[in-house]
């Protein structure tokens, strides 16, 4: 009972923590969220129909209507990325705790790829609808976009902040001009018309080729969902509410107007769509068509100032991604280093700004030609974000299902209990269960941490989240299916890719460059690192939702001069066949409030940890130490006592300066050892 109370007080503490938190200022709701997304995600459509159109011709509006279906998948998966992984990141994010680190790095690869030309394209295609209004914009046309980039980066470089409720007057104005075109359109051609222009997409027969590489190129229309995983940390809660409502209105939004742009723009101005200038301009040209010089005028101007405002949002984006892959090690520190003047990371700004301009001249400012360059890194984000999100989903799967052998055991050694005790058998225990169960079982119930004597109605969680909501979830008949339709929008997205990475041999020769640029530079860096006595941390866990039963804890405090005594400690007295646990508590510290884009996770921003994991990764190498784990919390130092019930190890070394900090702490014996670093204390306890 004592836990029970302890643990709820801990839940309560952290709903309360988390309720004033969503309260706080700059915090985003669903009309906000819905508004960043929409401005990135929108701005597609006034670019798509033309490049589209290059490869499929009149078909552009078809394929789009079909890739939307894949789309609303996408956008299910994204929406449980953002609850997942609050402190954002994306596939960086994913990637790296499903997979691993270097898994991240790929991630993180892919998504500044399609950073890069995001930047590219949008501020080019920017000045080409500023150009309907303002025509001598277009004779140095690769001069002025560049300018403008430039622009953004010196913008960045004082730290000028994007702001939510801009995007917000962006994306309404962006959508009502939308509207207002479909609207105009329509009160022109009657529905027979309409039906005629979707029956004349098809007056040529479909060929089996054309229907895959259409497909796969029609996510270019697409092209800005992962922006919502980004927008967790400055994201109310709950996240899954808050994203999911953001979503929706996203779905909405979108199908109601790029599926239907497409087709009418390609379809009613099929010369526009061939000319490679005019292509570029078409929704507003289609406006003009139909609703006047006014409502051209408007679409123009609004379309320009968007996708130049996207423009810098993938720059903000790509810099944040520079600083995460740097604070992962993957990146030379130079990157993380900050100007004395605004404090703003100006080295990963300025490669935020610079590449993409490098590629604006070498394709000479051809639209064209960076829509055939957009697939690689695009499609290859959306890729390992379902895979890995598919690999924690069957890690839930797999946990539920021994929590249900767990209390399956758990009732049936209550009944046999109580058939020979005479008792009624009301409570079980973890040593009833071992009793009663095959050893083979057994060990497996202990190797997937489900046997934990926890209620079976809630599981404690110390961390960032208090509720292992996801472990009781993946018992539920939704989430099978959920978890069924996930794979098959991992099966779907991952065809997309590779059609293209075999459709569009420009986009794949460019993208795999940069990738692979950056991930050997990578690779040095962590050699380097290595060599330097600094090893690198696989995984490293930002919460304690399992047991981790016969194993040895090291419980290390931030700036307490033990902790090396207690790694080496550790360390010796370590075992191949009994899992070594490193448990990280840190200070919480106060910080300002997240930036939008950005990615927070204190283990990456807390030196101190990182080297005390990398001495006693770099030990239980050389130990050959196979079943090790990292845990990192910002937690108060007195919540010890709730980590050692939750998790019954066997052998616990605390760090801590003064014996009051472990008063809670009741082993069945106690022994010391003497270290080079000093004497260490082991409370030992059989659970």
Request: proline share 5%; net charge neutral; glycine share 8%.
């Given at each position: 009972?004592?836990?029970?109370?302890?643990?709820?007080?801990?839940?309560?503490?952290?709903?309360?923590?988390?309720?004033?938190?969503?309260?706080?200022?700059?915090?985003?709701?669903?009309?906000?969220?819905?508004?960043?997304?929409?401005?990135?995600?929108?701005?597609?459509?006034y670019?798509?129909?033309g490049?589209?159109?290059?490869?499929?011709?009149?078909?552009?509006?078809f394929f789009?209507?079909?890739?939307?279906?894949?789309?609303?998948?996408?956008?299910l998966?994204?929406?449980?990325?953002?609850?997942?992984?609050?402190?954002?990141?994306?596939?960086?994010?994913?990637?790296?705790q499903?997979?691993?680190?270097w898994?991240?790095?790929?991630?993180?690869?892919f998504?500044?790829?399609?950073?890069?030309?995001?930047?590219?394209?949008?501020?080019?295609?920017?000045v080409?609808?500023l150009?309907?209004?303002?025509?001598?914009?277009?004779?140095?046309?690769?001069?002025?976009?560049?300018?403008?980039?430039?622009?953004?980066?010196?913008i960045?470089?004082?730290?000028?902040?994007?702001?939510?409720?801009?995007?917000?007057?962006?994306?309404?104005?962006?959508?009502?001009?939308?509207?207002?075109?479909?609207?105009?359109?329509?009160s022109?051609?009657?529905?027979?018309?309409?039906?005629?222009?979707?029956?004349?997409?098809?007056?040529?027969p479909?060929?089996?080729?054309?229907?895959?590489t259409?497909?796969?190129?029609?996510?270019?229309?697409?092209?800005?969902?992962e922006?919502i995983?980004?927008?967790?940390?400055?994201?109310?809660?709950?996240?899954?509410?808050?994203?999911?409502?953001?979503?929706?209105?996203?779905?909405?939004?979108?199908?109601?107007?790029?599926?239907?742009?497409?087709?009418?723009?390609?379809?009613?101005?099929?010369?526009?769509?061939?000319?490679?200038?005019?292509?570029?301009?078409?929704?507003?040209?289609?406006?003009?068509?139909?609703?006047?010089?006014?409502?051209?005028?408007e679409?123009?101007?609004?379309?320009?100032?968007?996708?130049?405002?996207?423009?810098?949002?993938?720059?903000?984006?790509?810099?944040?991604?520079?600083?995460?892959?740097?604070?992962?090690?993957?990146?030379?520190?130079?990157?993380?280093?900050?100007?004395?003047?605004?404090?703003?990371?100006?080295?990963?700004?300025?490669?935020?700004?610079?590449?993409?301009?490098?590629?604006?001249?070498?394709?000479?400012?051809?639209?064209?030609?960076?829509?055939?360059?957009?697939?690689?890194g695009?499609?290859?984000?959306?890729?390992?974000?379902?895979?890995?999100l598919?690999?924690?989903?069957?890690?839930?799967?797999?946990?539920?299902?021994?929590?249900?052998?767990?209390?399956?055991?758990?009732?049936?050694?209550?009944?046999?209990?109580?058939?020979?005790?005479?008792?009624?058998?009301?409570?079980?225990?973890?040593?009833?269960?071992a009793?009663?169960?095959?050893?083979?079982?057994?060990?497996?119930?202990?190797?997937?941490?489900?046997?934990?004597?926890?209620?079976?109605t809630?599981?404690?969680?110390?961390?960032?989240?208090?509720?292992?909501?996801e472990?009781?979830?993946?018992?539920?008949?939704?989430?099978?299916?959920?978890?069924t339709?996930?794979?098959?929008t991992?099966?779907?997205v991952?065809?997309?890719?590779?059609?293209?990475?075999?459709?569009?041999?420009?986009?794949?020769?460019?993208?795999?460059?940069?990738?692979?640029?950056?991930?050997?530079i990578?690779?040095?860096?962590?050699t380097?690192?290595?060599?330097?006595g600094?090893?690198?941390?696989?995984?490293?866990i930002t919460?304690?939702?399992?047991?981790?039963?016969?194993?040895?804890?090291?419980?290390l405090?931030?700036?307490?001069?033990?902790?090396?005594?207690?790694?080496?400690?550790?360390?010796?007295?370590?075992?191949?066949?009994?899992p070594?646990?490193?448990?990280?508590?840190?200070?919480?510290?106060?910080?300002?409030?997240?930036r939008?884009?950005?990615?927070?996770?204190?283990y990456?921003?807390?030196?101190?940890?990182?080297?005390?994991?990398?001495?006693?990764?770099?030990?239980a190498?050389?130990?050959?130490?196979?079943?090790?784990?990292?845990?990192?919390?910002?937690?108060?130092?007195?919540?010890?006592?709730?980590?050692?019930?939750?998790?019954?190890?066997?052998?616990?070394?605390?760090?801590?300066?003064?014996?009051?900090?472990?008063?809670?702490?009741?082993?069945?014996?106690?022994?010391?050892?003497?270290?080079?670093?000093?004497?260490?204390?082991?409370?030992?306890?059989?659970?």
């Open positions: 009972m004592a836990q029970e109370s302890v643990a709820q007080d801990a839940l309560n503490l952290a709903q309360q923590s988390g309720n004033e938190h969503a309260e706080g200022s700059g915090m985003l709701g669903p009309l906000l969220c819905w508004a960043v997304v929409f401005a990135d995600i929108g701005t597609s459509v670019y798509t129909p490049i589209l159109y290059q490869t499929v011709q009149g078909l552009a509006g789009v209507f079909l890739t939307m279906f894949v789309f609303i998948l996408l956008t998966k994204y929406t449980e990325v953002t609850h997942r992984y609050p402190q954002g990141g994306g596939v960086v994010t994913v990637a790296a499903a997979l691993n680190p898994f991240g790095a790929l991630g993180g690869m998504i500044l790829v399609d950073y890069f030309l995001t930047a590219a394209t949008s501020s080019l295609s920017g080409l609808y150009g309907v209004v303002f025509p001598p914009l277009l004779v140095h046309l690769t001069t002025i976009t560049v300018a403008f980039l430039l622009l953004l980066g010196i960045n470089w004082y730290g000028v902040k994007e702001s939510a409720k801009l995007s917000f007057v962006g994306a309404v104005i962006a959508f009502l001009s939308d509207i207002a075109i479909l609207v105009t359109v329509f022109h051609i009657s529905l027979g018309e309409f039906f005629y222009l979707i029956s004349k997409m098809f007056v040529h479909l060929a089996p080729g054309t229907l895959v259409g497909f796969a190129g029609a996510f270019l229309a697409f092209s800005g969902l922006s995983s980004q927008l967790s940390p400055v994201m109310k809660l709950p996240h899954k509410k808050i994203a999911g409502q953001a979503m929706l209105l996203v779905v909405l939004t979108i199908g109601i107007t790029s599926p239907l742009l497409t087709l009418l723009s390609t379809q009613l101005l099929p010369g526009a769509a061939n000319n490679t200038t005019e292509s570029a301009q078409i929704i507003s040209l289609l406006a003009g068509k139909w609703g006047g010089p006014v409502l051209m005028t679409v123009a101007i609004s379309a320009g100032a968007l996708l130049i405002f996207a423009s810098n949002t993938a720059i903000i984006g790509a810099y944040h991604v520079f600083l995460a892959l740097a604070r992962m090690d993957f990146m030379p520190q130079i990157v993380l280093k900050r100007n004395k003047v605004r404090d703003t990371p100006h080295v990963s700004i300025a490669l935020a700004t610079g590449i993409p301009i490098a590629v604006l001249i070498a394709v000479q400012g051809r639209i064209d030609l960076l829509g055939e360059l957009y697939a690689f695009l499609l290859g984000a959306f890729t390992l974000t379902c895979l890995g598919d690999i924690v989903r069957y890690r839930d799967l797999k946990r539920a299902r021994a929590l249900n052998q767990r209390d399956t055991n758990n009732s049936v050694a209550t009944l046999q209990q109580g058939d020979t005790d005479g008792s009624d058998g009301s409570h079980g225990n973890l040593a009833n269960i009793n009663q169960t095959h050893p083979v079982e057994v060990h497996e119930l202990m190797k997937s941490n489900a046997l934990m004597p926890l209620p079976t809630q599981q404690t969680v110390i961390g960032q989240s208090l509720e292992a909501s472990i009781r979830e993946a018992q539920t008949l939704w989430f099978k299916i959920n978890f339709i996930g794979i098959l991992t099966v779907l991952s065809f997309a890719w590779c059609t293209n990475l075999i459709a569009k041999p420009l986009a794949t020769a460019f993208g795999s460059s940069v990738a692979a640029v950056g991930m050997i990578a690779f040095i860096v962590h380097r690192q290595n060599k330097e600094k090893v690198p941390v696989p995984v490293v919460r304690i939702e399992e047991a981790y039963p016969n194993s040895t804890l090291a419980v405090a931030e700036g307490s001069v033990r902790n090396s005594a207690v790694i080496r400690a550790a360390i010796n007295n370590a075992s191949t066949e009994r070594l646990v490193f448990l990280y508590l840190a200070h919480k510290k106060p910080r300002q409030a997240p939008m884009m950005e990615i927070i996770d204190p990456l921003e807390d030196q101190e940890a990182k080297d005390s994991f990398s001495k006693a990764e770099s030990l190498i050389k130990a050959h130490i196979p079943d090790r784990t990292y845990i990192y919390l910002q937690e108060p130092e007195d919540i010890v006592s709730q980590v050692w019930q939750s998790m019954h190890p066997r052998d616990t070394l605390f760090a801590f300066k003064n014996e009051d900090q472990i008063k809670d702490i009741n082993p069945d014996r106690i022994r010391y050892e003497v270290t080079p670093d000093g004497r260490v204390a082991h409370f030992l306890k059989r659970w």
